[in-house]
């Protein structure tokens, strides 16, 4: 199902939690009202939220602005699920090229865009503050 701004305190709670630079309640409220640019997916647990990714999507091209598992459900496969979903999602709207930026430290997310066909596009210096950023593109398969 996709996020709405009444998700807005749950996801802040969850992305205070795993983000060392988290978005504010301000970007998460102009992203999710009324924005028909942005794909979004979440996923519910035991009545609660427990994932969610934002998608901005421009005609054939993606971006990943985010994708987040509150920390007790990580290493569950939910993090998998939820990128394989919404990259479905977008596909079937015409996307055909997906990009992302992640930490060069983030070790996990960069396995897991790997492992789901994402490959390092361009190392982009200081793109967080001291740490660099790796982008990485996902392009689907054309015959
Ligand atoms: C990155 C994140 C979304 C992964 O979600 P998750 O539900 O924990 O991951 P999954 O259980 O679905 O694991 C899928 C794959 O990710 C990789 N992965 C996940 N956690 C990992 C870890 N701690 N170390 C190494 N690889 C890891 C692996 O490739 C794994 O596949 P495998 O189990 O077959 O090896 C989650 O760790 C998270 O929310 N991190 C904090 C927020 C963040 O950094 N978001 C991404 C930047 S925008």
Redesign the pocket.
Known sequence: MELTIKDINEILA?END??STPYSREIYHELLHNNPQIISLKIEKDEQLV?YALMHVLFEQAN????????S???????????IDIMKEVVDLGVNTIF????VS???????Y??LGFIQNRLRENYYGIEDGIEMIWRKETI
């Open positions: 969850i795993i983000f994932g990943l602005l985010t994708i987040g598992i509150k920390r459900y990580q290493h569950q496969g939910l993090g998998q699920q939820l990128l992302l930026e992640v930490r983030n070790i996990a997310a960069i396995k897991l790997k492992k």
